[in-house]
């Protein structure tokens, strides 16, 4: 998916925002809202993509890797804030900033060279953040439980961090990119004392990074957090 102008996402934000501010309720609740949620993240990523480029640096040189261990840690801790507005009961915007923690990468093996076999230990460290930009479709139930889904786009900065211990040496490399990618989201919404809610949400990611420098990844998280409705 082509990258979102960053500009186009805050000029979109601000219109929304300011359609929310004409768009006042009859109760005094305009439906310009802030909130933060926290949760955990199970992220997808193809290792075989970290595993190959050393391989292929080996092979250059003339020399052999062969990998005998893996481990992959694909939880990780989330956090995403947002602001975002419903000048209509059940369509709004909702802008936010996402970052969906650390995916952690390990593999052990031998290097297979002229003079002679020796172990190898790499390790992967992928992390994305940024912002993103989404439409909000909402269902109230009752007065006070709310179900919505939203339907947007995430402009993430992805680093891949490569770490190499040979012959007691360890060295490390930062490669990152951005990337645009598909965001979809379904949750449920709490409201108390007029302008609270808590709230619960799932949240997918849909392959985020760059296949040609970071590697490809896709995200499932899980949240709860708390938003506040002026």
Not at 51 to 72: I, M, N, P, R, W
Not at 77 to 104: K, M, N, Q, R
């Amino acid at each position: 998916m082509k990258r979102m102008n960053l500009g186009y996402l805050c000029a979109v934000a601000v219109l929304g925002a300011a359609m929310c501010v004409r768009a006042a309720r009859a109760d005094g609740v305009n439906g310009l809202y802030f909130g933060g949620s926290f949760g955990r993240s199970q992220n997808t990523y193809d290792t075989a993509f970290v595993d190959d480029q050393y391989q292929q640096a080996a092979t250059a040189v003339g020399d052999k890797l062969e990998f005998d261990s893996s481990s992959t840690h694909r939880t990780a801790d989330t956090w995403w804030a947002d602001v975002g507005c419903l000048p209509w009961t059940y369509v709004g915007f909702d802008a936010s900033f996402i970052h969906l923690g650390e995916l952690t990468h390990r593999a052990g093996g031998t290097l297979h060279s002229s003079t002679g076999d020796k172990p190898v230990t790499t390790t992967a460290t992928v992390t994305s953040h940024g912002p993103a930009l989404a439409l909000l479709a909402r269902l109230p139930l009752t007065d006070s439980l709310d179900l919505d889904v939203r339907l947007g786009d995430y402009d993430a900065k992805t680093a891949l961090t490569h770490g190499l211990l040979f012959q007691s040496k360890y060295t490390a490399s930062v490669q990152s990119a951005n990337s645009s990618s598909l965001l979809v989201s379904a949750g449920a919404a709490y409201t108390f004392a007029g302008h609270w809610s808590v709230r619960l949400d799932y949240l997918r990611i849909n392959r985020a990074g760059n296949g040609n420098t970071v590697g490809n990844y896709s995200a499932n998280v899980a949240t709860a957090g708390a938003a506040f409705t002026f």
